[in-house]
């Protein structure tokens, strides 16, 4: 039995649905973007008749996960799509119109043409580490930008300030890092896939906990190169007929945050890890530049660590990856 297709534009205070009733024909109605309102929305769904549907919404961050996991829960098949798949399909289908009901319209056309794959929520103990991996990064960037600040203050009441608050950035980093360590230590499925990835030449305890917030879950993958691709490594190509050859580079149609924990990791690799090292020679040998050669690193790091997750070994330099 096919399901009667959710589209859903979220945002922040409110969420637009639309209900697709066959034939090109459809139910709208907008809610708060809140216990309440998914309460609001279960209702609206039984008056139309319609106790299970296949949801679609927008991968759009913190706004749509508690609405995805309240529908997940209550047995609706819930699927969480790329915005730039819903935007070509618009483009495809000479969408012109930007409103929110619009956007939840072509949402419900694009599950209901499409039928993309189930979304499952993430199991507790990683949703717990994606949170705080990601409170790191931005106590992180907030530290650059306070000692950037203190570089160039003026007066000595502003350094003075700068210098207490990067203190305390220091103390919350710290902690954060030890609530990370502490996290992973009390769950043994996330404490052994750390120290596979350990066990990898450029991988050290904070990147080993953001690729596995970021990741998730390697089972989702069906290959090294899908989990590249993933993280918006994998090489864009850009031919046409006899005279367009441009260079390849990197998709970047992925996981931005993915793709930063491996940058540093990625440089790290190519000094210490046998295996990323050679690679780096070859390419350099073969004129490619700089931050081609980094790129192909971080891909190749990221082959590795799908490898010794999915085997559950050690690294081995010696074991070819794909």
Known sequence: MTLPSLGIDVSKLKFDACLSRGGGK??????????????????????HTAARVHACLEATGAYGEALSTYLHEAGHVVSVINPAAIKAYGESHLSRAKTDKADATLIARF???????????????????????????SLLEMRQMEANR??????????????????????????TQQLIRSHIDCHPGLRGQRDLLL?????????????????????????????????????????????????????????PRLR????????????????????????????????????AAMRKLVHIAYGVLKSGRPFDPELKTA
Request: a positive charge.
């Open 26 to 47: 459809f139910r709208h109605r907008v809610f708060s973007n809140s216990p309440a309102g998914f309460a609001q929305l279960s209702a609206w769904l039984m008056k």
């Open 111 to 137: 599950c209901e043409e499409r039928r993309p794959p189930a979304w499952q929520p993430l199991p507790a103990e990683v949703r717990e580490l994606q949170a705080l991996a990601r409170r790191l990064d």
């Open 150 to 175: 203190l570089e160039v203050a003026g007066t000595q009441s502003v350094r003075e300030s700068l210098a207490e608050h990067l203190a305390y950035l220091d103390a919350e980093v710290a902690r």
């Open 199 to 255: 066990s990898i030449p450029g991988i050290g305890e904070t990147t080993a906990a953001k690729l596995l917030s970021e990741i998730m879950d390697v089972k989702l993958y069906r290959s090294a190169r899908q989990l590249a691709a993933f993280a918006g490594l994998a090489p864009r190509l850009h031919e046409s007929g006899s005279s367009i050859r441009r260079k390849a580079r990197l998709s970047k149609t992925g996981a």
């Open 260 to 295: 930063k924990a491996l940058y540093f990791p990625a440089l790290v690799a190519m000094k210490h890890n046998p295996r990323i090292k050679a690679l780096g020679a070859r390419l350099k040998d073969r004129g490619k530049c700089p931050m081609e050669v980094i790129g």
